[in-house]
């Protein structure tokens, strides 16, 4: 029997689904910039509207389509494994297509971790880092919901727009995966930030290459991912300076202008993409061990030039020496927290308590720790009774009068 509505035209929720993930990701993008330029915000700001509208209208659809398919089921109606994928029964009383399942159940955890965010600013009041529990669970659900769109997308293989679209939506996955960096330390033995955006990457670039068993859509996936890059990099920092002069909000002194999200993104997947074709090539009639050894050259090559992507955009890579330069960032910050206080800067003096003090807030270093606080660099030559920048940053709520302790 002929399918109407949404069944008929599984391209139309699938679209929709990717709008959603779109604005989700220009949300993000924003917001982690304005958090890095401008500092913290409250709960309905432009970026977070981008945001919550993503999750929303992805909610939405998938809702739709699976009331859509439940009905159609109901009359006698078989639907169709391209809307979504194959219908899995819930509570016994709904079908709903596996990959709008996964997408409605996102946007609904993404509603409650929603809740959740605002009871907790309401009682602990401006997050200093991402990595709060709201958070965590708002950008799991969010990942979440993304996943469902790219099942959407692959259970329409064969159509002419699911390949485009699949090629969408991994791209921002992979994207949006990329601020669970921001959470992880650049340094030790294993530089964190550099493994796990090579596992993310060549995991989703294999998946792509084996799905579709075409080298071509492969690579076509991690240049649109370099293309995206591109463009938020001048998106973020353009918007979020936009937004504070709307504000009436001044950007924080030591703002490097480095676009944030973008440059955790992997600038290098091309070359993961390389190494899967070059695999395959080499290894014909061994599809599963070419994506193995193509999937573990490319992360071995992401791995190994994610800690020089900041030359990218103007910043300063330090692969051998970046433990050392998070060190000395995070004593700087102490010194100027202390100053702050009113303390002694000794090694033996203890950091002022979150929230007390200017140099709490001032002397943050920006969450990809490839800049420095202006506030906390080397002092320079004076001439006596004089009140410098640097002082001034560092006392400006701590004395009454102005002047350096």
């Keep these: 029997m002929t399918q109407a509505g949404l069944l008929a035209r599984p391209w139309v929720p699938a679209g929709i689904l990717l709008l959603g993930s779109l604005s989700t990701l220009v949300g993000l993008a924003w917001d982690v910039q304005w958090h890095s330029d401008v500092g913290p915000d409250t709960f309905f700001t432009l970026p977070h509207l ?17 009331l859509t398919a439940t009905a159609a089921t109901r009359a006698g109606h078989r639907v169709d494994t391209a809307v979504g994928g194959r219908p899995v029964a819930v509570f016994g009383v709904f079908q709903a297509p596996l990959g709008y399942l996964v997408s409605g159940v996102g946007a609904a955890v993404f509603l409650l971790y929603g809740l959740w965010d605002e009871w907790w600013h309401g009682i602990y009041g401006f997050d200093a880092i991402i990595a709060s529990p709201p ?51 650049p340094w030790g033995a294993v530089d964190g930030q550099a493994a796990t955006l090579a596992l993310i990457s060549m995991t989703a670039l294999v998946c792509v290459a084996s799905f579709t068993r ?51 993104m992997p600038a290098t997947l091309p070359l993961g993409a390389a190494a899967i074709v070059l695999a395959v090539l080499l290894l014909r009639g061994r599809t599963a061990a ?110 009454p009068s102005g002047r350096t302790r």
Excluded: K
Excluded at 50 to 64: D, N, Q, W
Excluded at 218 to 239: D, G, I, N
Excluded at 341 to 370: E, N, V
């Design 290 to 399: 070419a994506y193995a050894v193509g999937g573990a050259l490319g992360g071995a090559a992401l791995a190994a030039t994610f800690p020089w992507q900041p030359l990218l955009f103007g910043g300063m890579p330090s692969p051998a020496a970046g433990a050392q330069r998070s060190r000395r960032s995070r004593r700087g910050r102490a010194r100027c927290g202390r100053r702050a206080a009113g303390r002694p800067a000794g090694r033996g003096a203890a950091p002022p308590p979150p929230g007390r003090g200017g140099g709490g807030l001032r002397c943050a270093a920006s969450s990809s720790g490839w800049s420095r606080p202006a506030c906390c660099s080397p002092p320079r030559p004076r001439p006596p009774h004089r009140t410098t920048r640097r002082s001034r940053s560092c006392t400006r709520n701590a004395s």
């Design 214 to 264: 075409s080298l071509v859509t492969t690579a076509v996936t991690a240049w649109v991912l370099v293309a995206t890059q591109v463009a938020f990099s001048f998106f973020s920092p353009w918007a979020t300076r936009l937004y504070a002069v709307a504000e009436g909000l001044p950007i924080r002194d030591y703002n490097d202008g480095l676009p944030r999200l973008p440059m955790l």
């Design 50 to 66: 981008f945001i919550y509208a993503g999750s929303a209208v992805s909610g939405l659809v998938s809702l739709a389509v699976v």
């Design 135 to 185: 958070h965590v669970g708002l950008l799991t659900s969010v990942m979440l919901v993304m996943i469902g769109s790219v099942m959407t997308c692959a259970a329409a293989a064969g159509q002419a727009w699911a390949r485009a679209a699949l090629v969408g939506s991994v791209v921002m996955l992979i994207g949006f995966s990329m601020v669970v960096l921001v959470a992880l330390p």
